[in-house]
């Protein structure tokens, strides 16, 4: 149950896209279509951004978007505002667990 | 609107035990399956344990697999997490969430859970 691999930090300027990715395994990410996206700011608890890999909860900017490919899953925040600076973290159900990502810090240049 | 209240948190000794409480409203509480995900101190989120809506079926993390033990009173509208043998590394906010296979779309504010001597 080895967390899933996220980069520590990424970095743009407001109105660029970036990219956050998660990699996992055959056996979690690259094994169910059940990956999220969570998005937390400081002393907050997360909120839910994407799940089932590309689905957008009501109420989430459609800034945000998900895809998979093999064991890595994507993240793409268009248009970054400085709304957008916080942690984010992915999350692939496994079978019987769940296992999220060490967690990545986008900062807005 | 769903809500979701964490309590028990404390600060417990190396070895000691503590329950976990989270009280649930504004949904029908006994068709969701809940689950506790925890955060230690300037890290990240990991899952520790899930439990379906009838109560009989649960999971664990290995990280708690063993020592932790969920439950859920449906009657109460309350979830729990009895926590045994705790060791330093549960040092924590403990969030109670509602969703199922990795998709939580409501959580907790948490309970901090420190774990010294």
């Known amino acids: 149950q080895s967390a899933l691999t996220q980069p520590a930090s990424v970095s743009g300027s407001p109105g660029q896209s970036i990219t956050i990715s998660c990699t996992g395994t055959?056996?979690?990410?690259?094994?169910?279509?059940?990956v999220s996206w969570y998005q937390q700011f400081p002393g907050k608890a997360p909120n839910l951004i994407i799940t089932e890999v590309s689905r957008r909860p009501s109420g989430v900017s459609s800034r945000f978007s998900g895809s998979k490919s093999g064991n890595t899953a994507s993240l793409t925040i268009s248009g970054l505002q400085a709304e957008d600076e916080a942690d984010y973290y992915c999350c692939s159900h496994a079978g019987y667990t769940n296992i999220f990502g060490g967690g990545t810090k986008v900062t807005v240049l | 609107e769903v809500q979701l209240l964490e309590s028990g948190g404390d600060l417990v000794q190396p070895g000691g035990s503590l329950r976990l409480s989270c009280a649930a409203s504004?949904?029908?509480?006994?068709?969701?399956?809940m689950n506790w995900v925890r955060q230690a101190p300037g890290k990240g989120l990991e899952w520790i344990s899930s439990i379906l809506s009838s109560g009989y079926d649960t999971y664990y993390a290995d990280s708690v697999k063993g020592r932790f033990t969920i439950s859920r009173d449906n009657s109460r509208n309350t979830l729990y997490l009895q926590m045994h043998s705790l060791r330093a590394d549960d040092t924590a906010i403990y969030y109670c969430a509602k969703g199922v296979k990795g998709a939580y779309p409501d959580w907790g504010q948490g309970t901090l859970v420190t774990v010294s001597s």
């Open positions: 055959s056996s979690d990410v690259g094994n169910y279509d059940f």
């Open positions: 504004g949904f029908v509480f006994n068709t969701y399956a």
